[in-house]
C-alpha cells in the first residue's frame, strides 16, 4: 500500500539551532516527492519539488534531499517565522492521473 | 499569480443539510482537487476533475459529489452533511498535461473549515 510518513509530528527549535524533518514513503512507480508550507488558517504552499534519488533543492534556509526511501527537509539557523506545518506529499503515475499521496505533516516550532 | 478562491471561509451547518462548497481559480488550469484535512491524517483525496465536467474518485469519495461545469469551477457537494464530516476542506488546481513536470505543482485555496451540528 502507497504510503508516506512524517517525522517527528511536533518540533520544537529555538532560533538558530538546525535541524531536519523526515519524510519517508513507500510507493510504486514515485513520479516526484514534494514539500509543502502551510501556516495556520491558510492552505498549503508548494516549497520543492524532487523527483530523483540524489537530488537536492534549496531556498533560503531550506535544503530539501531524496533518496530512494526517504527525503530531509533541513532548516538551517531557522527564525520564527520558519513557524509553521511542513508536508510532505508524493505522486504516483503521471499527466492528468498522478495523485498525491500527503503524509500527516510535522509542526515546527521555532522560538527567539 | 495563480489564486484558487474558495468561497466559504467557515461555514456551521446541521446534520441532513445539503452542502456546497464552491472554488474558483483564475489561471486557467485543466486539473482542480477538493481535500479534507484533519489533524494526525493530513490531507485525503476526495474527488478531483482533470477536464470539464470529467470527475474521478479520490481515496475518500462517499458522503461527497462534485460538480465542474466551467473549467474555472469546482463545486464539492455533500448531499446530507454528518457530523464526521466536520473538517476543513482545501481545493487545489494544476497546470495538467502539457506542462513541463516541474511547473506541475498543486496550487491551493485558503480552505473552508466545517462544522456540522
Known amino acids: 500500500e502507497d504510503q508516506v510518513t512524517q517525522s517527528p509530528e511536533a518540533l520544537r527549535l529555538q532560533e538558530g539551532e538546525s535541524s531536519s524533518l523526515n519524510c519517508s514513503y513507500t510507493?510504486?512507480?514515485?513520479?516526484?516527492l514534494f514539500w509543502y508550507r502551510q501556516d495556520p488558517g491558510k492552505g498549503p504552499e508548494f516549497l520543492f519539488t524532487?523527483?530523483?534519488a540524489g537530488e537536492e533543492k534549496e531556498k533560503e534556509r531550506l535544503k530539501a534531499t531524496l533518496t530512494k526511501k526517504e527525503s530531509f527537509l533541513h532548516i538551517t539557523a531557522p527564525k520564527p517565522e520558519d513557524s509553521a506545518t511542513y508536508l510532505c506529499?508524493?505522486?504516483?503515475?503521471?499527466?492528468?492521473?498522478?495523485?498525491?499521496?500527503f503524509g500527516q505533516g510535522t509542526t515546527l516550532q521555532v522560538k527567539p | 499569480d495563480v489564486k484558487v478562491t474558495q468561497s466559504s471561509r467557515y461555514l456551521v451547518k446541521r446534520t441532513g443539510e445539503k452542502v456546497f462548497l464552491e472554488c474558483v481559480q483564475d489561471?486557467?488550469?485543466?486539473?482542480m482537487f477538493w481535500y479534507r484535512q484533519d489533524p494526525g491524517l493530513g490531507l485525503r483525496l476526495i474527488y478531483f476533475?482533470?477536464?470539464?465536467?470529467?470527475?474521478e474518485k479520490g481515496d475518500i469519495p462517499e458522503g461527497y459529489s462534485v460538480s465542474r461545469e466551467k473549467k474555472e469551477r469546482f463545486s464539492l457537494i455533500l448531499e446530507s452533511a454528518s457530523t464526521n464530516q466536520t473538517s476543513m476542506y482545501l481545493c487545489?488546481?494544476?497546470?495538467?498535461?502539457?506542462?513541463?513536470?516541474?511547473?506541475?505543482?498543486?496550487?491551493f485555496g485558503a480552505g473552508s473549515r466545517l462544522t456540522v451540528l
Open positions: 487545489a488546481s494544476r497546470p495538467g498535461t502539457g506542462i513541463p513536470s516541474g511547473a506541475n505543482v498543486l496550487t
Open positions: 510507493v510504486s512507480g514515485l513520479r516526484g
Open positions: 524532487l523527483y530523483s
Open positions: 506529499a508524493v505522486q504516483r503515475g503521471s499527466g492528468n492521473t498522478g495523485k498525491l499521496i
Open positions: 489561471m486557467d488550469h485543466e486539473n
Open positions: 476533475s482533470y477536464d470539464v465536467k470529467m470527475k
